[in-house]
């Protein structure tokens, strides 16, 4: 299986989806450094479905840029589905977008625990004005490998909603 060709292809099926209910997205990244958006962005015309994308990487930026709460990620840690929820509930109010994914895990080669062993990584997605929801992977691999399984995951879970 050819993951580039996968990125791709499942980046146009979300933008295919996106387009077809006139919406626009909003990525928050953590553990993917952008990847995500840069996906996206990397589609022909994915302006017409794509806001902007926000890389939080650092707890600051987190709270500064998403409004995550400091008693949020002091109770459950940066790589938990809290958080992970905050986020995309964050990026859809501070854009004009309808859809909103985040990513937060710990990619490796170091950082990982017994409670969240490398690999683990939350995904939240949202539409505006609905709750949040959150899935936990666990993925294997190098840290490349563990962040475009990440990346994959994110970009099917609206369209397949």
């Not at 501070?94 to 994914?101: E, K, N, R, V």
């Not at 969240?116 to 840290?143: C, D, E, M």
Request: some cysteine; aromatic content about 8%.
């Amino acid at each position: 299986m050819n993951v580039v060709i996968n990125l791709i292809q499942a980046s146009e099926h979300l933008g295919q989806y996106l387009q077809k209910n006139q919406a626009h997205i909003v990525t928050a990244e953590s553990c993917t450094g952008g990847w995500l958006a840069q996906c996206i962005t990397g589609i022909a015309g994915s302006s017409a479905w794509f806001d902007r994308g926000f890389i939080t990487y650092s707890n600051q930026a987190k709270i500064d840029m998403l409004g995550v709460k400091p008693e949020t990620l002091a109770q459950f840690g940066a790589v938990s589905a809290e958080v992970a929820m905050q986020m995309t509930t964050g990026a859809l109010l501070h854009s004009a977008a309808d859809y909103a994914i985040a990513i937060t895990g710990i990619a490796g080669p170091t950082g990982g625990s017994l409670e969240k062993p490398i690999g683990s990584v939350y995904i939240a997605w949202q539409k505006k004005h609905h709750p949040a929801k959150v899935t936990l992977a666990h993925f294997n691999g190098n840290r490349e490998q563990v962040r475009k399984q990440a990346v994959y995951q994110a970009l099917r879970l609206i369209p397949n909603e």
